[in-house]
């Protein structure tokens, strides 16, 4: 079992930026695949960015590339989501996610879920 712990969202005008950090509980944190994911109101959960167990190999959504970035501290047991120039189509609840296999962009591939944490940029 892994537990996923969010934080960081928040209130920005557009074009600010946010860091949104996701702690993971268990001794093997460097084994995982790490996403970000994001659902607006009325909308299906979307991919936004992936990272490899070593940081090697990494995706983004298109919608984010430029913008977003994924990293991840094993040492501290922690996904980080830096987001710059934020507009507000990024508006949404974000997640971040275990995945034990490969990096992906499909969400059913992963196996763990953090509860999410707002984020909400106004225009």
């Known amino acids: 079992q892994v537990q996923l712990v969010e934080s960081g969202g928040g209130l920005v005008q557009a074009g600010g930026s946010l860091r949104l950090s996701c702690a993971a509980s268990g001794r093997i944190f460097s084994r995982y695949v790490l996403g970000w994911f994001r659902q607006a109101p009325g909308k299906e959960r979307e991919f936004v960015a992936a990272?490899?167990?070593?940081?090697?190999?990494?995706l983004y959504a298109d919608s984010v590339k430029g913008r977003f970035t994924i990293s991840r501290d094993n040492a501290k047991n922690t996904v980080y989501l830096q987001m710059n120039s934020l507009k507000p189509e990024d508006t949404a609840v974000y997640y971040c996610a275990v995945n034990i296999g490969a990096v992906t962009t499909e969400s059913s591939r992963y196996d763990y879920w953090g509860q999410g944490t707002q984020v909400t940029v106004s225009s």
């Open positions: 990272i490899s167990r070593s940081g090697s190999n990494i």
